[in-house]
């Protein structure tokens, strides 16, 4: 049973004070902190259209995306917490609601991302320039970049999950990006992160370009491990359809305990997951 379900509220607060606590209670000491989403009830945050979490578990830190602008590095500073500690920054993707927020991280950061973070690209919908802030090569000379196409451990509970195998036959039919020759923006470097726990896996996802369902199964092949405890971020499910119920079915059929659905979630959708699920 999935029996969690938040997304109209702060996630700031629910993460950080909900969903950290628990986890510290239960799964040794795992905390996930919501820096920047795009719902956000709590005038102390400062929020944009975007994503950005940081991750506390026993072996390290990570940073995983930076929304548009600074609110992910005020509402760290608000909450107490100290990036530099950070092992590394995973950008989920090259999409500049995940990546426009590099402008104010610390020169010489260590990232991880897939080689195609750094192509071109332009939003359908407003005809305007939609990538990384940076070209590749002041990218690669501004920060301390690791691209990777494979998955790659980052710590003994962290693994960042590489180019994603698109097996479902109902998810990335649709792509909100073009690329410079017109064609449409299949967002390969569409990835997340999986952390190890001993009650199952936490799949973290930026967008899910990649399909979430194809993610959460990336995350149990490359860790070798098939509970699915939760997964959190932005589903890309904008309104009720076939890919909406496939992946309802999906997350029953893997017992998946917690849902936490943010980002490019429709309130549409999560309504229905909460009707469905709940």
């Not at 927020?101 to 991302?113: P, R, T």
Request: net charge neutral; with cysteine; proline share 1%.
């Amino acid at each position: 049973n999935i029996n969690k379900y938040i997304f109209k509220r702060n996630l700031l607060f629910i993460f950080d004070n909900i969903l950290g606590k628990w986890y510290n209670k239960n799964m040794g000491n795992v905390k996930i902190s919501v820096l920047n989403d795009d719902r956000c009830f709590n005038d102390l945050f400062k929020h944009c259209h975007g994503l950005s979490l940081f991750v506390e578990t026993e072996h390290a830190k990570v940073l995983f995306d930076v929304g548009q602008d600074d609110s992910y590095f005020h509402n760290a500073k608000t909450l107490g917490l100290n990036l530099d500690e950070a092992k590394c920054l995973v950008l989920s993707h090259g999409h500049y609601d995940h990546s426009d927020g590099l402008v104010y991280l610390k020169e010489g950061s260590k990232i991880i991302c897939h080689p195609n973070c750094t192509i071109w690209r332009r939003a359908k919908k407003t005809g305007k320039y939609n990538g990384l802030p940076y070209s590749k090569e002041d990218f690669t000379s501004r920060f301390d970049v690791t691209f990777s196409k494979e998955p790659v451990k980052i710590s003994e509970d962290i693994y960042f999950l590489g180019q994603i195998e698109r097996k479902t036959d109902f998810e990335c039919k649709e792509f909100p990006s073009t690329i410079e020759d017109g064609s449409d923006d299949i967002a390969l470097d569409d990835t997340g992160i999986a952390i190890k726990t001993s009650r199952g896996l936490i799949v973290i996802s930026g967008c899910g370009h990649s399909g979430i369902c194809n993610t959460v199964e990336q995350a149990r092949k490359v860790t070798g491990c098939k509970e699915v405890l939760a997964v959190l971020g932005g589903f890309h499910l904008k309104t009720i359809n076939n890919q909406v119920e496939k992946t309802i079915e999906y997350f029953e059929k893997i017992k998946v305990k917690e849902l936490y659905l943010g980002h490019c979630t429709s309130d549409e959708v999560c309504d229905y997951f909460k009707q469905k699920l709940n």
